[in-house]
């Protein structure tokens, strides 16, 4: 039997996967201390998989995304029954980043591709029990940032500057 993922193409649901991490970083905001390993994990794994050129296929970045959708309703289970809704779950459309001025596309697009990239790696120093509480966090921050429309170079440019670090503390992990 066909997956009914099977005729999407890789990128979108790479895309829509990225957005769904956004939701997620969105649902901790303010809240850290829902945070879990498994929710770490999820961050870290789909980050990685959405990177350009990762061998995930449809069926598993499906399987990702609703990865993703449990956490946060297993995050804020009461914001699936608010009669209200706030946006605080909310998974970001990515056209949204690609449609935004030019400065703050290319910023958010900067921090988004350095931090699929260094999640790859922190996902091989996870394998080998290795994890950083800082990095992780960084994740959750720069998601968020990505998914926040009222934020400008201002705000976008200090999240790329710590990306450089971050980096640098992930691939340590690797090393030692």
Not at 56 to 85: F, H, V
Not at 134 to 139: A, D, I, P, Q, T
Request: charged share 25%; hydrophobic share 45%.
């Amino acid at each position: 039997m066909e997956s009914i993922t099977a005729n999407i193409p890789v990128l979108q649901l790479q895309e829509q996967l990225t957005g769904a991490l956004i939701g997620i970083a969105r649902a901790v905001e303010g809240n850290e201390h829902l945070i879990t390993g498994s929710t770490d994990k999820i961050i870290r794994e789909g980050l990685a998989a959405a990177l350009p050129g990762a061998n995930w296929g449809n069926d598993s970045l499906s399987a990702l995304m609703q990865d993703a959708e449990d956490e946060k309703r297993k995050l804020i289970p009461l914001c699936y029954e608010c009669a209200a809704p706030c946006g605080k779950n909310q998974n970001y459309d990515m056209r949204r980043l690609y449609a935004a001025d030019a400065d703050i596309c290319s910023l958010k697009l900067l921090i988004l591709c350095g931090i699929r990239s260094m999640a790859a790696y922190a996902c091989r120093a996870a394998a080998l029990g290795r994890t950083d509480h800082e990095v992780n966090r960084f994740f959750y921050q720069a998601l968020f940032t990505i998914g926040e429309e009222s934020f400008g170079v201002r705000e976008l440019l200090p999240v790329a500057m710590k990306f450089g670090k971050m980096d640098l503390r992930c691939r340590a992990l690797q090393d030692r």
